[in-house]
């Protein structure tokens, strides 16, 4: 059995906020890139996703 390791919730919403400022995408469609970049599931993109979005007006508060 082979141990995947999952990236952080971190490392996963600093590349949705550069992937975001460039508007490559509608993020409601990130999941696919997130897949992409960090070789996880669906289920693990869509879950790093929706983390991302459920944190996304904190996150940016405090980096203003």
Same mark, same amino acid.
């Given at each position: 059995?082979? =141990?995947?390791?999952?990236?952080? *919730? =971190? ?5 949705? =906020?550069?992937?975001?400022? &460039? ?6 469609? %990130?999941?696919?890139?997130? *897949? ?8 693990? %993109? *869509? ?9 996304? &007006?904190?996150? *940016?508060?405090?980096?203003?």
């Amino acid at each position: 059995m082979t =141990d995947i390791k999952l990236p952080t *919730q =971190d490392e996963v919403n600093k590349f949705l =906020d550069i992937l975001r400022e &460039s508007g490559l995408t509608n993020m409601v469609g %990130a999941g696919k890139y997130i *897949q992409d970049r960090f070789g996880v599931t669906k289920y693990d %993109a *869509q879950r790093f996703l929706l983390k991302w979005m459920e944190t996304f &007006s904190e996150r *940016q508060t405090e980096h203003d």
